[in-house]
């Protein structure tokens, strides 16, 4: 973490907290919803599952976050003076 | 009457009347040209126009079906939109190679055979590079890699396109199968171009170090006219299914870790490019109109995010995300333009990213490609995680560095909020470009399923940002990625080679004996001159197709080695520095008289056919 994060005002956490709160009520909605959708191509048995966009799209972003990061460190990742041009 | 007038010649014309014109008249030319062939488009008949014998082949310049027109549209109206964010430009030499540049992919793009095809191809890629080369002192490098690479990739094409005219007596440019030398070599000619790893370094490498409006104009052309070709000649190739895919992936994770804000745009062009081969791999119309679709919706969109991300260097000189921050206080406007470019690229509903993406991955699923549509749905969500929410937190948001900026120059604006008004427009009315592809569309993106589907995966990705954002802070690193092999590998190679030549010419000893790092600089820049003489040993055997290319690259090398070889003495009695400036200045200068040689070659067989 950060300085910048260390130092931040209760007041700040408070907002960010609500702000997440709100964002997860809105995926509920959304998958609240996605029972009632109509399916009019259902080609995998997956787009049948309420919600399973969002599972999916949770475990996607995560995959990619962790994934990348830790090939990126163990592999990739150079100084940026590496290629010396 | 002239029933039609080739779009290319529109804009090799312009290039050719750019350097006579100043003030308004030239701003007149620079954005009426390209849009004066938009509109032509509109009125050419279908068919094949521009039909010459030349030596007892039939060669066709102008192919003009539903396919090759939208994509004429879609390269027409990005060279004006293009040409206002550029309007500020004083060097003409860059609107030149810019216009010689658009032509060279509309010539590629209405091609009806084969070899019409491969000269536009090499018009293209020895007009982008000064694109590049215009970029200034650090773009001498990846310039001369991009154009070693590209010249790689147009051997390649000639030689498949020789072996597939034996082998079928015909040049013509259909669909042509994945099978035997000829089309496997033509396909790998073509995938060069479209960036697929691992031929793909050259993208990034190179499009970072353009110019700021060049890069407008890099990352539009080459590989969607790549995509294009793809479309036409490999549609339903299976092997493209899994390129795509491993495109999509491998562009978003590299751009996870990119610094370079400019870098990171580039690796996202290969990933969005990975769904349109994905699109052309599966072959049915419902993938391929979506892999045309998201051509045209891309092109727009990434011009807006290169526009949005040039301006801020342009106006603040920094590149690197770490050394940025807290600019949505002094630039508000690119902010927001930017961010309608990042919710268009991440499939946000109502914007033209969400109606040509679903599009490719309902046509995978239509297949029952399960690999395809769950790994590309994947690819959408780290899109809008680090294009949308990284790159313009980073940049705009997060900590305030104090940064003095100010929006850009208005024609930069403008030219930004026209691409977009685009991607509002298809956003909102997809009609407007479903009517244009080449299949009869039966697709309705708004539907509560696609929807709810899509928002649920943005949203669910804003969490993951939110909740992950301290991994997320960008690092001040670069990535090797496989030009390593050509920037390390083969340079280390190239010095034991050298060695032995080295020991008897006197002057290069002297430069060893100067220290480690200047001697080191020096023999790698001697690697490339034996690699460009190579490739153009290769580019001479190849026959009369090549003779005009092996010339001008025959020009470079005299040039380049010219300019090495002069520079030893220079390097000898001053810096290294020195010598670079007299080798970007030579470089500079050849620019006018070689492209007004192109240009003359252009028009003049233009006019002698027509």
């Given at each position: 973490m950060s300085t910048e994060e260390k130092t931040e005002s209760k007041e700040g956490q408070a907002k960010k907290l609500q702000r997440m709160k709100i964002l997860y009520a809105v995926i509920g909605l959304m998958v609240v919803l996605d029972i009632?959708?109509?399916?009019?191509?259902?080609?995998?048995?997956?787009?049948?599952?309420?919600?399973?966009?969002?599972?999916?799209?949770?475990?996607?972003?995560?995959?990619l976050i962790f994934f990348s990061k830790g090939i990126g460190h163990a592999f990739l990742m150079k100084r940026k003076d590496y290629y010396n041009d | 009457m002239i029933s039609f007038?080739?779009?290319?010649?529109?804009?090799?014309?312009?290039?050719?009347?750019?350097?006579?014109?100043?003030?308004?008249?030239?701003?007149?030319?620079?954005?009426?040209?390209?849009?004066?062939a938009f509109i032509s488009l509109m009125f050419i008949p279908e068919g094949n126009h521009g039909v010459f014998n030349i030596g007892g082949f039939e060669v066709v310049f102008g192919r003009v079906d539903k396919m090759s027109r939208v994509f004429g549209y879609v390269f027409t109206l990005m060279g004006s939109i293009g040409m206002v964010y550029a309007l500020h430009v004083k060097q003409n030499g860059q609107h030149i190679a810019a216009l010689i540049y658009a032509g060279g992919a509309l010539g590629s793009v209405f091609a009806g055979d084969l070899i019409v095809l491969f000269v536009f191809w090499e018009v293209m890629a020895f007009s982008s590079v000064f694109l590049i080369w215009y970029g200034g002192e650090k773009s001498a490098g990846p310039g001369k890699r991009y154009l070693l690479v590209h010249t790689f990739g147009g051997v390649c094409l000639l030689g498949g396109i020789v072996l597939f005219g034996a082998e079928t007596g015909s040049f013509a440019f259909n669909a042509i199968p994945a099978a035997g030398w000829g089309g496997w070599l033509i396909l790998l000619g073509f995938l060069v171009n479209a960036g697929a790893p691992p031929l793909h370094a050259w993208l990034p490498d190179a499009y970072p170090e353009g110019t700021i409006t060049g890069t407008i104009f890099l990352s539009s052309y080459t590989t969607k006219t790549a995509v294009y070709v793809l479309a036409r000649g490999f549609?339903?190739?299976?092997?493209?299914i899994w390129v795509g895919i491993i495109m999509?992936?491998?562009?978003?994770?590299?751009?996870?870790?990119e610094n370079n804000i400019r870098r990171l745009l580039a690796y996202h062009i290969i990933s969005q490019v990975g769904f349109m081969v994905t699109g052309i791999g599966i072959g049915t119309e419902l993938a391929l109109n979506g892999a045309v679709a998201h051509a045209f919706a891309h092109i727009l969109y990434k011009a807006l995010l290169m526009m949005g991300m040039g301006s801020v260097i342009y106006m603040t000189?920094?590149?690197?995300?770490?050394?940025?921050?807290?600019?949505?206080?002094?630039?508000?406007?690119?902010?927001?333009?930017?961010?309608?470019?990042?919710?268009?690229?991440?499939?946000?509903?109502?914007?033209?990213?969400?109606?040509?993406?679903?599009?490719?991955?309902?046509?995978a699923a239509a297949a029952h490609n399960a690999y395809a549509a769950l790994l590309l749905t994947l690819a959408a969500s780290g899109t809008f995680l680090s294009t949308t929410l990284k790159l313009p937190y980073a940049v705009f948001l997060g900590e305030d560095k104090g940064i003095k900026a100010s929006d850009p120059p208005k024609n930069m604006l403008i030219g930004m909020g026209l691409a977009a008004f685009v991607c509002i427009l298809l956003g909102v009315m997809p009609s407007l470009l479903y009517n244009q592809l080449p299949f009869p569309v039966d697709y309705h993106p708004y539907t509560a399923e696609h929807l709810l589907g899509a928002f649920q995966i943005l949203l669910v990705t804003l969490v993951g940002f939110?909740?992950?954002?301290?991994?997320?802070?960008?690092?001040?690193?670069?990535?090797?990625?496989?030009?390593?092999?050509?920037?390390k590998a083969a340079p280390g190679f190239m010095w034991f080679a050298n060695k032995p030549i080295a020991r008897y010419e006197g002057f290069i000893t002297e430069v060893y004996k100067k220290g480690l790092i200047e001697p080191v600089k020096k023999l790698s820049r001697i690697g490339w001159?034996?690699?460009t003489w190579v490739f153009d040993g290769l580019v001479n055997a190849s026959g009369w197709a090549t003779l005009l290319e092996s010339k001008i690259a025959e020009m470079f090398d005299i040039h380049i080695i010219d300019g090495t070889v002069n520079g030893?003495?220079?390097?000898?009695?001053?810096?290294?520095?020195?010598l670079r400036k007299i080798q970007t200045g030579l470089i500079q200068n050849y620019i006018l008289a070689m492209v007004v040689g192109v240009v003359v070659l252009g028009l003049a067989s233009f006019i002698l056919f027509a």
């Amino acid at each position: 973490m950060s300085t910048e994060e260390k130092t931040e005002s209760k007041e700040g956490q408070a907002k960010k907290l609500q702000r997440m709160k709100i964002l997860y009520a809105v995926i509920g909605l959304m998958v609240v919803l996605d029972i009632f959708a109509p399916r009019h191509h259902p080609y995998f048995f997956w787009d049948k599952i309420p919600g399973f966009s969002s599972l999916f799209g949770f475990i996607s972003c995560l995959i990619l976050i962790f994934f990348s990061k830790g090939i990126g460190h163990a592999f990739l990742m150079k100084r940026k003076d590496y290629y010396n041009d | 009457m002239i029933s039609f007038v080739h779009p290319a010649l529109l804009f090799f014309l312009a290039a050719a009347l750019v350097p006579f014109l100043k003030g308004k008249a030239r701003a007149a030319l620079l954005i009426g040209m390209p849009a004066i062939a938009f509109i032509s488009l509109m009125f050419i008949p279908e068919g094949n126009h521009g039909v010459f014998n030349i030596g007892g082949f039939e060669v066709v310049f102008g192919r003009v079906d539903k396919m090759s027109r939208v994509f004429g549209y879609v390269f027409t109206l990005m060279g004006s939109i293009g040409m206002v964010y550029a309007l500020h430009v004083k060097q003409n030499g860059q609107h030149i190679a810019a216009l010689i540049y658009a032509g060279g992919a509309l010539g590629s793009v209405f091609a009806g055979d084969l070899i019409v095809l491969f000269v536009f191809w090499e018009v293209m890629a020895f007009s982008s590079v000064f694109l590049i080369w215009y970029g200034g002192e650090k773009s001498a490098g990846p310039g001369k890699r991009y154009l070693l690479v590209h010249t790689f990739g147009g051997v390649c094409l000639l030689g498949g396109i020789v072996l597939f005219g034996a082998e079928t007596g015909s040049f013509a440019f259909n669909a042509i199968p994945a099978a035997g030398w000829g089309g496997w070599l033509i396909l790998l000619g073509f995938l060069v171009n479209a960036g697929a790893p691992p031929l793909h370094a050259w993208l990034p490498d190179a499009y970072p170090e353009g110019t700021i409006t060049g890069t407008i104009f890099l990352s539009s052309y080459t590989t969607k006219t790549a995509v294009y070709v793809l479309a036409r000649g490999f549609p339903g190739t299976e092997i493209l299914i899994w390129v795509g895919i491993i495109m999509a992936l491998y562009g978003v994770v590299y751009a996870m870790l990119e610094n370079n804000i400019r870098r990171l745009l580039a690796y996202h062009i290969i990933s969005q490019v990975g769904f349109m081969v994905t699109g052309i791999g599966i072959g049915t119309e419902l993938a391929l109109n979506g892999a045309v679709a998201h051509a045209f919706a891309h092109i727009l969109y990434k011009a807006l995010l290169m526009m949005g991300m040039g301006s801020v260097i342009y106006m603040t000189g920094i590149r690197k995300g770490t050394e940025l921050g807290g600019l949505i206080k002094t630039m508000p406007l690119t902010f927001g333009l930017f961010m309608i470019g990042g919710f268009s690229i991440s499939g946000v509903p109502f914007l033209s990213g969400f109606i040509s993406k679903s599009m490719v991955i309902s046509g995978a699923a239509a297949a029952h490609n399960a690999y395809a549509a769950l790994l590309l749905t994947l690819a959408a969500s780290g899109t809008f995680l680090s294009t949308t929410l990284k790159l313009p937190y980073a940049v705009f948001l997060g900590e305030d560095k104090g940064i003095k900026a100010s929006d850009p120059p208005k024609n930069m604006l403008i030219g930004m909020g026209l691409a977009a008004f685009v991607c509002i427009l298809l956003g909102v009315m997809p009609s407007l470009l479903y009517n244009q592809l080449p299949f009869p569309v039966d697709y309705h993106p708004y539907t509560a399923e696609h929807l709810l589907g899509a928002f649920q995966i943005l949203l669910v990705t804003l969490v993951g940002f939110l909740l992950f954002l301290y991994k997320l802070h960008p690092e001040d690193t670069i990535s090797v990625d496989t030009d390593w092999l050509y920037r390390k590998a083969a340079p280390g190679f190239m010095w034991f080679a050298n060695k032995p030549i080295a020991r008897y010419e006197g002057f290069i000893t002297e430069v060893y004996k100067k220290g480690l790092i200047e001697p080191v600089k020096k023999l790698s820049r001697i690697g490339w001159t034996v690699d460009t003489w190579v490739f153009d040993g290769l580019v001479n055997a190849s026959g009369w197709a090549t003779l005009l290319e092996s010339k001008i690259a025959e020009m470079f090398d005299i040039h380049i080695i010219d300019g090495t070889v002069n520079g030893v003495p220079a390097l000898l009695g001053g810096s290294a520095k020195r010598l670079r400036k007299i080798q970007t200045g030579l470089i500079q200068n050849y620019i006018l008289a070689m492209v007004v040689g192109v240009v003359v070659l252009g028009l003049a067989s233009f006019i002698l056919f027509a």
